[in-house]
């Protein structure tokens, strides 16, 4: 079996920070891409950032030059820092991974429980 758990959501006033945390575990044999998505009320879930195992990382428009995305390979760790909130960012933020669990040959996608980020006016 394999879990993703997330952690770092809250409420922040807008300007401020937030880091969100995902920690992969379980028989995992290799994480490849990692990423970060979000879905806030009555819209579609919206990829935020993604990062490969080579650390090459692509963004959503919406949050260039203010979200940062990273990883620690060894812990099977992605994490999103968020700078410059605005209240439009509040949405549930979900990790998801491709992960190739040990004595398997198969990658699958594996998501994590979702995260609340909401930032005030």
């Known amino acids: 079996q394999v879990q993703l758990v997330e952690s770092g959501g809250g409420l922040v006033q807008a300007g401020g920070s937030l880091r969100l945390s995902c920690a992969a575990s379980g028989n995992i044999l290799r994480t490849n891409r990692m990423g970060w998505y979000r879905q806030a009320p009555g819209k579609q879930r919206e990829l935020v950032a993604a990062?490969?195992?080579?650390?090459?990382?692509n963004y959503a428009d919406s949050v260039k030059g203010r979200f940062t995305i990273s990883r620690d390979n060894a812990k099977n760790t992605v994490y999103l820092q968020m700078n410059s909130l605005k209240p439009e960012d509040t949405a549930v933020y979900y990790c998801n991974a491709d992960i190739i669990r040990m004595a398997t040959v198969w990658q699958n996608t594996y998501w994590g429980q979702g995260t609340q980020v909401t930032v005030s006016s």
């Open positions: 990062i490969t195992s080579g650390g090459s990382t």
